[in-house]
C-alpha cells in the first residue's frame, strides 16, 4: 500500500431542493452548472442537502465517475437525501447508516417536537481509498430551520453518535453540512467546544446567498474535521453564469490530507 499522505478535497454542497419557485434559478437551469463544475474539480467526496428524489435520479445519471447514497428523511425514505457522493475510481464504501434527529433516531420520519414539520437525518459513509489501508467516516447532515432547540438536540445527538462510533472504531471523521445556525449561535456551542473536532471554515464570512442577494448572505454551512486531518485550500465554489447559481448556499470545498 501506498504511505504518501491520503489526499482528498471534499465539498459540502446545498443544493437547494427543486420547489420550481427560484425563476431563472429554478433547478433546471441551474444543472449544466452543477455538471460542469463537478467535472471541473472532481472533487472525491461530496456532501448533498436538500437532494429530492428526482434529484438524486439525476445526479446519478450524471455523475457517473461517482456512486451517490443515501436515503430521504421521511418514514417512506423520501423527501430530501443526505446524500454522500465519491469517486469509484478511488473510494470504496465499507459502510452506510442514517439515523432521525430525534429521540428515536432508529424510527424513519421521527422528529423532535419542538422542530419544524419536517424531519431531519444524518447519514453516515465509512469510506476507505483503494491505495490505503485505514477507513474513514464521513458525516452530513442539515440542522432544523426553525427553532435553535431542535437544532441544539439534533447536534448534540450527531456528537453523540460520532463519539460512540470513535470509541468503537476510532477513525478518522469529517462532519459537514449546513447547520442553519451562525458560528456564535449557543446551539452550536457543543460542536465548537467539542475537543475532538475543529471548524476549517472560520475564514469564510458566508455561505447562504438566496442566488447573489447580498442583504440575505448568512454563515450556515461547516465542515467539521477531528485531530488526524490537516486542510487547505478551505474555498467557496462561487460559479455564476448569466445570473444562474449552483445553489442558493455557496458550496465549501477543502483539500484534507492525512498521514494513514
Known sequence: MNRSPLSLQVVTFNIRYDCGLDGNNNFCFRKPLIEETIRRERPEIIGFQEALPHMMDWLRETLTEYHVVGCGRSADYGDEHMAVAY???????????????????????????????????????TLKHREHTKPFRVYVTHLDDRTASARLKGISL?????????????????????????????????????????????????????????????????????????????????????????????????RLEWED
Not at 447562504?208 to 440575505?216: D, L, P, R, S, V
Request: charged share 20%.
Open 87 to 125: 469517486r469509484k475510481d478511488c473510494l470504496e464504501l465499507l459502510g452506510l447508516s442514517t439515523f432521525w434527529l430525534s429521540s428515536t433516531p432508529e424510527a424513519p420520519g421521527s422528529r423532535y417536537e419542538d422542530q419544524s414539520d419536517n424531519p431531519r437525518i444524518c447519514t453516515c459513509a
Open 158 to 254: 450527531v456528537l453523540s453518535h460520532m463519539d460512540w462510533d470513535r470509541v468503537s472504531q476510532c477513525m478518522p471523521s469529517i462532519l459537514m453540512g449546513d447547520f442553519n445556525a451562525h458560528p456564535s449561535d449557543p446551539e452550536l456551542a457543543p460542536l465548537f467546544q467539542h475537543p475532538g473536532l475543529r471548524d476549517i471554515t472560520g475564514d469564510i464570512p458566508y455561505t447562504f446567498h438566496e442566488f447573489g442577494n447580498e442583504a440575505a448572505f448568512e454563515k450556515l454551512d461547516y465542515l467539521f474535521l477531528t485531530k488526524e486531518w490537516s486542510a487547505t485550500q478551505v474555498t467557496l465554489w462561487t460559479d455564476c453564469r448569466n445570473g444562474v447559481y449552483l445553489s442558493d448556499h455557496y458550496p465549501v470545498s477543502a
